[in-house]
């Protein structure tokens, strides 16, 4: 049943949407891409059943309501693309919206300084646009990340052209057109759809500013040489292997529940995920136990039902690779409390999918691959430790540093390990919140620049000096 990409609500259900309307944004309206080969089949991670033919090649040529009204018909949308939960789509939306909402009053603020100088000179600093702005996303996030990038970026005056990831590209060209009804001139947010080689192009582009990009450290390296030849400015939020501290003066059940959030959100597939749960060695027992009494409660199953807690993966080889990753735990010395497992749900609709359980792994070392690298899955690897000194070392032992997180009640001992640790956020007694109003972003390997807060604004914006002299020029000559 082919459906026009608003039309999925209210009966739409798992496997029933197909998506016809062209994905390309330009010049204020969707576009079909000039060229039509190298179509290749978008995926619906639930059914595994093929939902979209999407072009990967475009080139320049040619009613909606507001984004809260959306947001259920984008929500869904997201899950059919995405595999996620709605429950969790229909908080990125939000997000999503309150991101936009937060730098539109932002962009009344923007200002810049007066300085006085001797004789009666003075300068001001006028904080301008870069320009045309690129915004590269990943699939985890695809509507969430294109508004992340997009609202700082507007608000400070630029211009976006933006890429949705080529697994997840449906979402990105309805925020197009939410601005457009906003009343963005059209041209200033583009969507345009394709992979690395169309990212290339658009990295390489002489008229572009600056990029921002988000996914994996190889790429990103790329991305980075690219626009270092162009001098342009980069923002990257790169991969991570995060560490949640669990110290045994803290309060269990809060920190059993921020073990959960730091782990499964998205199936797992979250940059800044504390995959690496340090638990004192006193409470291990108690931790352990009801970690996995809750991972095994998890509902996995059909995205599109409110009762579902945890989704499909977003395709078939990351779904082999993150299982792979099990396997090689296992035979590293791991021991699996349960789930690492592919799962098919009852519904026979699903049982293609790219489901599995959610996994926790004990037993685990910090030469493991499970530790050391990201799984981007619902994979958890506990390890234990003795003290502050010691957890706190072995949490900064990676080249990432993305996110980490502390469990404890003693405040002392919480601001002390958030200052010491290598990442560019710190949880005290939670895990994986995101006001818009904070700046995220990684130290080491997983990235920099920032996205949200206001210091987002220094990056998509640049300074001009404007010296004004009040009396004769000074004359060497
Ligand atoms: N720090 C953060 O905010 C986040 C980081 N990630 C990271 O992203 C990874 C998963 O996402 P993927 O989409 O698989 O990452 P990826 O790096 O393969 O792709 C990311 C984006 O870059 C584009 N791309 C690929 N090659 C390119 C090239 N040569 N030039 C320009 N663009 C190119 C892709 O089409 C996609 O839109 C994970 O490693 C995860 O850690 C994901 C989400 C958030
Ligand atoms: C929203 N949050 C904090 C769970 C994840 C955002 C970062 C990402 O795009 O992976």
């Known amino acids: 049943m082919a459906q026009a990409i608003l039309d999925v609500m209210p009966g739409a259900s798992t ?29 619906e991670p639930a059914t595994g059943d093929c939902f979209f033919l999407l072009c990967l090649i475009w080139s320049k040529r040619d009613k909606p309501l507001a984004l809260v009204e959306k947001r259920e018909k984008i929500a869904k949308l997201e899950v059919i693309n995405n595999g996620k939960s709605i429950t969790e789509a229909l908080v990125d ?5 309150q991101c936009i909402e937060y730098y539109a009053g932002l962009a009344g603020a923007l200002a810049g300084q007066h300085v006085q100088l001797p004789g009666g ?3 001001y600093t006028r904080r301008e646009p870069l320009g ?14 294109a508004a992340w990038k997009s609202a700082p970026a507007l608000a400070c005056g630029n211009a976006m052209v933006f890429k949705p990831s080529p697994f997840t590209p449906v979402t990105a060209v309805i925020l197009a057109e939410i601005y457009k009804e906003a009343g963005v001139p059209d041209g200033l947010f583009c969507v345009v759809q394709g992979g690395a080689e169309t990212g290339t192009i658009l990295c390489q582009h002489p008229k572009v500013a600056k990029v921002s990009f988000t996914g994996s450290v190889p790429t990103g390296k790329k991305v980075m040489e690219m626009s270092a030849k162009g001098v342009k400015q980069v923002t990257l939020e790169l991969g991570g292997k995060s560490p949640l501290i669990i110290f045994k003066d803290c309060d269990l059940e809060n920190a059993v529940r921020g073990a959960l959030m730091a782990n499964f959100l998205t199936q797992g597939q979250v940059c800044c995920n504390g995959t690496r749960v340090f638990v004192q060695k006193d409470i291990m027992p108690q931790f352990l136990e009801e970690v996995v009494k809750r991972t095994k409660a998890i509902l996995v199953g059909d995205p599109l039902l409110d009762s579902t807690r945890m989704g499909a993966l977003i395709n078939k ?7 792979g990753f099990v396997s090689q735990a296992k035979l590293q010395g791991a021991r699996v409390l349960c789930g690492g497992e592919r799962f098919v749900p009852s519904d026979p609709k699903l049982v293609n999918g790219y489901f599995m359980s959610p996994c926790v792994l004990d037993n685990c070392r910090d030469d493991m691959t499970c530790v050391k690298e990201e799984i981007f899955g619902p994979v958890m690897s506990v390890l234990p430790f003795d003290t502050e000194e010691e957890v706190v070392q072995r949490a900064n032992n990676t080249t990432f540093g993305l996110a980490s997180g502390v469990f404890t ?12 640790l290598e990442a560019g956020t710190c949880f005290i007694n939670n895990y994986n919140i995101s006001p818009v109003e904070v700046p995220f972003g990684g130290y080491k390997m997983s990235g920099f620049g920032r996205e949200n807060g206001q210091v987002t604004i220094e990056y998509y914006s640049q300074l001009k000096t404007v010296v004004v002299e009040m009396g004769d020029v000074d004359n060497y000559f």
């Not at 969707?30 to 978008?42: C, D, I, L, S, W």
């Not at 939306?93 to 919206?97: G, K, L, M, Q, R």
């Open 121 to 123: 000179a003075f300068a």
């Open 409 to 420: 009640r003693d405040i002392s001992r919480a601001h002390r390990v958030a200052e010491n």
């Open 15 to 43: 496997g029933t949407v197909q998506v016809s309307d062209p994905l390309n944004f330009w010049a204020g309206k969707r576009v079909e891409p000039r060229q039509q080969k190298n179509a290749e089949p978008v995926f």
């Open 132 to 145: 045309v702005c690129v915004g590269i996303g990943a699939w985890n996030y695809p509507f969430q990340i």
């Open 93 to 97: 939306i939000d997000i999503a919206w």
């Open 317 to 323: 080889p990351h779904l082999e690779k993150v299982l």
